[in-house]
T-cell receptor, first 113, second 112 residues
Framework: GAGVSQSPRYKVAKRGQDVALRCDPI?????LFWYQQALGQGPEFLTYFQNEAQLDKSGLPSDRFFAERPEGSVSTLKIQRTQQEDSAVYLC???????????FGSGTQLSVL | DQQVKQNSPSLSVQEGRISILNCDYTNSMFDYFLWYKKYPAEGPTFLIS?????DKNEDGRFTVFLNKSAKHLSLHIVPSQPGDSAVYFCAALSNTGNQFYFGTGTSLTVIP
């Protein structure tokens, strides 16, 4: 596609509910990142994929967070048993290779009530 | 700990004047720096970058300066235009890693 596409754009979840956020990167981009941005903060790294391999998941805040990219294209970030502190904008970014600039999607704004 | 810092949360500048946004970093292994611009309800968009082998990079109205000894970089916008009003994020990449570290952003308002 022309850009990084994320869905849904907005998600409201009740505390304890599971959510799944989707990212469709730019076609051909091998690198895919997930970032979390809290209100008034900069994006914070969550995890990184190169093709289908998850090379770095050091930023995932707990084992309730899980990301996958099974075919090296679309990625899903899953949050189990959501908590209020999970409320944030979740940004997906892709790049054409290692150490290349990131192209971001518009993000999914998650609100946990 | 915040490895990339933007100490000015906001900045207001008159249209036509220069905007200077500052960024400091602590990790001496950072060797690639980028500036992103973000409008409300949109994702950050790439603006300009600089490698540590340079001390200046220019692209139209935007210039980024890097002072490695001071671990400081700045973005100059001249002349500033109302459409430049946005939040600007500084980001850095280590030569040993794959994650970009972002600052907390500076909200620029250009007054017509």
């Amino acid at each position: 596609g022309a850009g990084v596409s994320q869905s849904p754009r907005y998600k409201v979840a009740k505390r304890g509910q599971d959510v799944a956020l989707r990212c469709d990167p730019i076609s051909g981009h091998v690198s895919l990142f997930w970032y979390q941005q809290a209100l008034g903060q900069g994006p914070e790294f969550l995890t990184y994929f190169q093709n289908e391999a998850q090379l770095d998941k050091s930023g995932l805040p707990s084992d309730r967070f899980f990301a996958e990219r099974p075919e090296g294209s679309v990625s899903t970030l899953k949050i189990q048993r959501t908590q209020q502190e999970d409320s944030a904008v979740y940004l997906c970014a892709s790049s054409s290779g290692f150490n290349e600039k990131l192209f971001f999607g518009s993000g999914t704004q998650l609100s946990v009530l | 700990d915040q490895q990339v810092k933007q100490n000015s949360p906001s900045l207001s500048v008159q249209e036509g004047r220069i905007s200077i946004l500052n960024c400091d970093y602590t990790n001496s292994m950072f060797d690639y720096f980028l500036w992103y611009k973000k409008y409300p309800a949109e994702g950050p968009t790439f603006l300009i970058s600089i490698s540590s082998i340079k001390d200046k990079n220019e692209d139209g109205r935007f210039t980024v300066f890097l002072n490695k000894s001071a671990k400081h970089l700045s973005l100059h916008i001249v002349p500033s235009q109302p459409g430049d009003s946005a939040v600007y994020f500084c980001a850095a990449l280590s030569n040993t890693g794959n994650q970009f570290y972002f600052g907390t952003g500076t909200s620029l308002t250009v007054i017509p």
